[in-house]
């Protein structure tokens, strides 16, 4: 199975900063890499799909970048409503795999 | 507007069995395939399995081989999720997803509300 290694699994950050998480696979996936965002007690969320798109009804302050076995997410102007944790999956390969998840903190 | 609606909480004793139920709703059931993901408590995701919805074919995670079955009720746009012989690590919140195909991948764009499976003496 393809290994996902997130960092940092936590993040403390400000309002209106910008944050940079990082997802790395344990072999190239191509872009086949989506990041989702769960608050707590909810379902989660896409927002990034295939490495760098970013999923209708997301704001544009969310980007994805990255292919082969490297990727970013990262949250420009960082909102009350986007402290949450935050999953890399890779779905190029059977079976999908998660990464451990980074929590975003105030 | 795409829905997805599972069943609600259940507590099972260790060695018993649980069936969770999705229900779709707001789009061609057969068109998409349906994923089970798990979450133990505070824990990460862990992929489960998918079925066709369309063919019934499935394919479960190899962890999972033996003791997951995965079925679907077209007639009525609900897929199924069955676990069975449980034991206290199996104590999770499950979900169903939506895998909306894109290019060579695919994501889960629609997920249900989830479902607490709680396994104790």
């Known amino acids: 199975d393809i290994q996902m290694t997130q960092s940092p699994s936590s993040l403390s950050a400000f309002v209106g900063d910008r944050v940079t998480i990082t997802c790395r696979a344990s072999?190239?996936?191509?872009?086949?890499l989506n990041w989702y965002q769960q608050k707590p007690g909810k379902a989660p969320k896409v927002v990034i799909y295939g490495a760098s798109s970013l999923q209708s009804g997301v704001p544009s302050r969310f980007s994805g970048s990255g292919s082969g076995t490297d990727f970013t997410l990262t949250i420009s102007n960082l909102q009350p409503e986007d402290f949450a944790t935050y999953f890399c999956q890779q779905s190029y390969f059977t079976p999908p795999t998660f990464g451990g998840g980074t929590r975003v903190e105030i | 507007q795409v829905q997805l609606v599972q069943s609600g909480a259940e507590v099972k004793k260790p060695g018993a069995s649980v069936k969770v139920s999705c229900k779709a709703s707001?789009?061609?059931?057969?068109?998409?395939?349906m994923h089970w993901v798990r979450q133990a408590p505070g824990q990460g995701l862990e992929w489960m399995g998918w079925?066709?919805?369309?063919?019934?074919?499935?394919n479960p995670a190899q962890k999972f081989q033996d003791r997951v079955t995965l079925t679907r009720d077209s007639s009525i746009g609900t897929a199924y999720m069955e676990l069975i012989d449980l034991s206290s690590d199996d104590t999770a919140v499950y979900y169903c997803?939506?895998?909306?195909?894109?290019?060579?991948?695919?994501?889960?764009?629609?997920w249900g509300q989830g479902t607490l499976v709680s396994v104790s003496p």
């Open positions: 079925i066709n919805p369309n063919s019934g074919g499935t």
């Open positions: 707001g789009y061609s059931f057969r068109a998409y395939y």
């Open positions: 997803a939506r895998a909306h195909v894109w290019e060579f991948s695919n994501f889960l764009d629609y």
């Open positions: 072999q190239t996936i191509s872009d086949g």
